[in-house]
């Protein structure tokens, strides 16, 4: 990332910068005024590329008056943006294109029985580091009114979540209070376009459970379980513990409890920002990409770019794409981090209030299910759309129907499988 920001920015002498401090200051305005340039026109072509829009409207949307572009041709930072995108659909495994593959294929039934198997596996591993803890496996979660209570007081206590989770995927708050969101959300669709091709609104809902509750199970019960269990454990041990010893629990102070909720939320708000990271492979590839932007662009001004001029500005237009592009990814994975810590402490905050497990698991459901419900819209509209276009290109004749139908279903299979299209 340093490297793209020293290729990016002219670098000048001490004694040229003491001698020309209004030139310098000028060119460091010029070179600001450059990246929020390129990071707007990137902004807008993410956006266009979460609601599914045409390549026209997004080189008219981002075209901006100043740029030596002739008429009829993409502009520069367009296009940068676009082989930027190419490089990096390109990395990655072809065992990994596969299986996403075989994966959008299977039927509604097959998925929901791997995602069955996971949350077992998942349940059982909670359970077991719950109980070996001393603590309630199912964190006071029971059959009674009182858990009914519960489950009513985390979804009035969720509704302010969820209220802004339903307008962070507005329009508005994706183009510009919460535009680091959008690329972090276009990283999750791609990860979950597999699971949700040719799945129903039931499908995604049993989907949604099955993910949610084992997590909140091993996010609660069992990880706070096991802080609380060891600092008590530490306590009695450090204190000369001895059988019939009445010392008091460690685990029932509330800043202990706080302690220990802040702990497993800065775990889960890492993790959940290291998987939109740059990946080494991407870092590479980028970077090397930006070393030859001038040898590149060069080449093609015998083409697209026809003045040597045009070279130039094509060369820098992506060098301050790549540049938007890194630091776009570094907020959006502070973003996604920042909105997992967010929940898990409201969650948290719940569960240690009712004392019932129901609570936060209520209260979950309902935030994830905006997005996953928006996810599944999105991934619906691109099947629709590549079945419409299979059946406009079908033969037409008696074998038309036959071979269209199969060509359709190919069609949708491919656009679920293949988000980034």
């Known amino acids: 990332m340093m490297l793209v920001g020293k290729l990016t920015t002219p670098q000048l002498s001490p004694r040229c910068a003491a001698c020309f401090p209004a030139q310098l200051s000028s060119l460091a305005t010029n070179v600001q005024q ?27 949307a981002a ?21 930027l995108r190419g490089l990096i659909e390109c990395l990655g495994e072809g065992e990994d294109e596969l299986m996403d593959g075989i994966l959008a294929e299977e039927p509604a039934a097959s998925k929901l029985q791997v995602q069955l198997a996971v949350a077992a596996l998942i349940t059982t591993v909670s359970v077991f580091l ?11 979660a029971s059959f009674s009114l009182d858990s009914l209570q519960a489950v009513g007081m985390g979804l009035g206590l969720a509704t302010p979540l969820v209220a802004l989770r339903a307008w962070s995927w507005t329009p508005q708050a994706s183009q510009q209070a919460l535009s680091q969101l959008a690329d972090a959300r276009l990283t999750q669709l791609e990860e979950v376009a597999p699971w949700f091709a040719n799945l129903k609104g039931w499908h995604v809902a049993m989907l949604m459970a099955l993910e949610v509750v084992p997590a909140t199970l091993l996010l609660f019960p069992a990880t706070q379980g ?12 450090s204190s000369g513990y001895q ?11 509330p800043l202990v409890q706080l302690g220990c909720l802040s702990l497993t939320t800065g775990i889960a708000a890492l993790g959940k920002g290291l998987e939109l990271t740059v990946t080494e492979q991407e870092f590479n590839v980028v970077t090397a990409a930006v070393e030859n932007a001038d040898r590149y662009y060069r080449v093609m001004a015998t083409g697209v770019y026809r003045r040597a001029a045009d070279a130039e500005y094509a060369a820098r237009a992506f060098r301050a794409v790549a540049q938007a592009w890194f630091e776009m990814r570094a907020e959006a994975c502070v973003a996604a981090a920042s909105v997992c810590a967010l929940d898990v402490m409201a969650l948290g905050g719940m569960w ?14 309902a935030i994830n299910s905006v997005d996953y419900f928006n996810f599944h819209a999105i991934i619906r509209q691109r099947e629709m759309k590549a079945q419409a276009a299979a059946t406009k290109k079908q033969p037409s004749g008696k074998g038309g129907g036959a071979n269209g139908g199969s060509s359709s279903s190919n069609s949708s299979s491919n656009t679920a499988r293949s988000p980034r299209e």
């Not at 075209?63 to 082989?83: F, H, K, M």
């Open 243 to 253: 059988l019939g010893d009445d010392l008091p629990m460690l685990s029932n102070q």
């Open 226 to 237: 096991c802080l609380l269990g060891s600092l008590d454990l530490y306590a009695r041990l």
């Open 63 to 83: 075209s901006v008056q100043g740029a030596p572009v002739t008429s009829g041709e993409p502009d520069a930072y367009v296009a940068a943006s676009l082989r």
């Open 34 to 60: 450059q990246r929020w340039q390129a990071r707007q026109r990137v902004a807008r072509h993410r956006c266009m590329r979460m609601s599914s829009t045409t390549g026209t409207e997004s080189q008219n």
């Open 130 to 140: 719950a109980t070996l803890a001393g603590q309630d496996p199912w964190g006071g």
């Open 352 to 365: 240690y209030g009712t004392h019932s497990l129901l609570a936060p698991a209520a209260a979950a459901l």
